[in-house]
């Protein structure tokens, strides 16, 4: 059973002042639009019983491409799981602009997060099309069929991803990559200001990590959505995330810019690997360089 102790998770737009009932429940009135709020989000006393999260606070500026790193059982997915409603603790609670999670329903929380898992298995043989449609399921009414205004979002969401020639392709049939890039346009199709991805780049090539990781970010600069991303690959957060949190036993051990965060001692401690820390001469990006497994 999970529990928790003075679990708070906020989610707020910069926007000021009070929003009216429908927009606190993410519900959207213009459907073409694609994140056009870009929300924060803040937790403080997050925890849960093991194996689980004890203790987290963070704060997570809205617009921002926020890394979560940590060796594997660290609590990456759990956290991302919390954020989004998933994962319910026993006390405490999750809020969305100051309204408890548990009193929204899940297809109005749809329409502010988009959740984009490390594997994604159908049970049917989908087009490309068809999957982008999906992230507009929460936009469609009981029983609710797709309209011109949704395939134009997905359309529009798979050119954005660069997958816009792949629409009538079938989702089996696609590379690694060409599938993460897909089910990332139908999170977008979503129109959620807050992308929540786990492992975006696992178990594809180098070209496919530039292609991800360049498409957060112009994703990120373009639309204006907030990006938090679980990954346990250090140099691709650190070449596109703007803040970063460590996670070490479902506790987080650091948070704040990526700069400051992504240190030897950091990573000494995190992974038990001595490594370099250092901007790249050519395009000064950090990169971390293991040197060798730390005594």
């Known amino acids: ?73 660290s609590g990456k997915t759990t956290l ?62 009981n029983f609710g069929l797709e309209g011109p205004g949704d395939v134009r979002v997905a359309r529009d969401a798979l050119a954005a991803t660069g997958t816009a020639h792949l629409e009538a392709r079938s989702f089996s049939t696609l590379s690694g990559g060409e599938k993460q890039r897909v089910v990332i346009a139908s999170a977008l199709a979503q129109a959620a200001g807050i992308m929540l991805l786990d492992e975006p780049t696992s178990s594809l090539d180098l070209g496919y990590q530039m292609d991800i990781g360049a498409l957060v970010r112009d994703l990120n600069r373009t639309r204006g959505v907030t990006m938090v991303i679980a990954t346990h690959d250090l140099n691709f957060a650190a070449g596109v995330c703007d803040e970063l949190a460590l996670l070490c036993d479902g506790q987080v051990m650091a948070s704040g810019p990526a700069e400051s965060v992504l240190t030897r001692e950091a990573i000494a401690a995190l992974y038990r690997v001595e490594a370099d820390v250092a901007r790249h001469p050519a395009t000064g990006r950090l990169m971390v360089m293991p040197i060798r497994k730390a005594s």
């Open 1 to 73: 059973m999970l529990r928790a102790d003075d679990v708070v998770v906020e989610y707020r737009s910069k926007s000021a002042g009070p929003k009216p009932p429908a927009e606190q429940t993410g519900v959207s009135t213009e459907p073409e639009r694609i994140a056009a709020e870009r929300p924060a989000l803040a937790g403080r006393g997050f925890s849960l019983a093991a194996p689980g999260l004890h203790g987290i606070s963070l704060a997570i500026p809205g617009g921002a491409v926020f890394g979560i790193l940590g060796p594997n059982g």
């Open 80 to 141: 991302l799981r919390v954020l989004a409603g998933i994962l319910q603790p026993a006390a405490g609670r999750v809020s969305l602009d100051g309204v408890d999670l548990r009193r929204i329903p899940r297809r109005a929380i749809a329409r502010r997060m988009a959740v984009v898992p490390q594997e994604t298995h159908l049970a049917f043989d989908y087009s490309v099309l068809e999957i982008a449609l999906m992230g507009r399921y929460p936009h469609l009414g």
